[in-house]
């Protein structure tokens, strides 16, 4: 369900958040003269969530990323952001939502002030708002991944260690986090807690499958009987070069030919310096015109 647009950014509501929302209002036990209250502090525990996705949205853009949508679904929000892939863009993507808690804090302050005493239930309304920030703030500072404490803890060690390494172990903790938010469930018995402990737990384990693919780019194997004349570092092995017919191959394996087109490469480029050798200078134990000087 399209809900509006604002500076490109499109809000949807998934159809179950009115099941969820229907459900929660009839079971608060909130103390309101007036049931219509409960209706509205649902709403506004709605509006700050936007509130906090919109921080996310608008960060990412204001360093270059995508940010065109944010769903809400009864368990929350998701701000659909591609940051670019530096530590900091991400930092600051993601650090920017629970801001937006932060800076409603003075706010929902100031307003329960200044409301105290109006109306019991407006009071009590206030009150709530007040809390319902606070707890929204704790809860995605949690550093368990995909929480955004987690995922702000990754970019974090991400300064510090390659992408891979520090999504693997914010995503590792993000596991252990979700167990321990399961065995709570199970031991309360909580419906809302067990589907949020099953929720992080696939995406944190998502996140440890992304992990190991960037950790196999990061550090691939490498073919130790050549290496680059000019660095002499070994090349990879895998399908790490392009042929113009489109093509992805090993040179290394089928000797500078592409198997497809049948194009023969007379040089080809390291990965790691740039620079282009014939293969023979590559592999010279095997290729007879090139015989390095020796001392
Ligand atoms: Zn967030
Ligand atoms: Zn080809
Ligand atoms: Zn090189």
């Not at 004349?229 to 790490?240: D, E, R, T």
């Not at 040179?251 to 740039?274: K, P, R, W």
Request: charged share 10%; glycine share 10%.
């Amino acid at each position: 369900l399209r809900l509006f647009e604002f500076r490109g950014i499109t809000v949807f509501l998934h159809w179950t958040w009115f099941i969820a929302a229907i459900y929660l209002i009839v079971q608060s036990t909130e103390n309101y003269h007036s049931g219509i209250w409960k209706v509205a502090e649902y709403l506004a525990l709605f509006g700050i969530v936007i509130l906090h996705e919109f921080g996310h949205a608008l960060a990412c853009r204001s360093v270059g990323g995508r940010a065109e949508k944010i769903i809400l679904w009864p368990l929350g929000g998701v701000a659909f952001v591609a940051p670019p892939p530096r530590a900091g863009a991400v930092l600051w993507s993601i650090a920017a939502g629970p801001l937006v808690n932060v800076l409603l804090l003075p706010v929902t302050v100031a307003l329960l002030h200044f409301g105290r005493g109006l109306n019991p239930d407006l009071t009590h309304f206030l009150w709530r708002m007040k809390w319902i920030n606070i707890t929204l703030l704790i809860f995605n500072m949690l550093p368990i991944y995909p929480l955004d404490g987690g995922q702000i803890l990754q970019s974090l060690l991400w300064f510090f260690l390659s992408r891979g390494r520090s999504l693997l172990i914010a995503a590792s903790i993000g596991i252990l986090g979700a167990a321990a938010l399961g065995l709570l469930a199970l031991y309360e018995r909580s419906l809302f807690a067990g589907m949020i402990a099953v929720f992080a737990g696939v995406m944190a384990w998502n996140g440890i499958r992304a992990a190991m693919l960037l950790l196999a780019q990061e550090n691939p194997r490498r073919r130790t009987e050549a290496a680059c004349p000019y660095c002499g570092s070994h090349p990879p092995i895998g399908n790490h070069w392009t042929c113009p017919c489109g093509h992805d191959f090993d040179t290394f394996q089928t000797g500078g030919i592409c198997l497809i087109c049948g194009n023969s490469f007379n040089v080809t480029q390291c990965g790691d310096c740039g620079k282009d050798a014939p293969i023979q200078q590559w592999m010279p134990a095997r290729a007879g015109s090139y015989a390095p000087t020796r001392f």
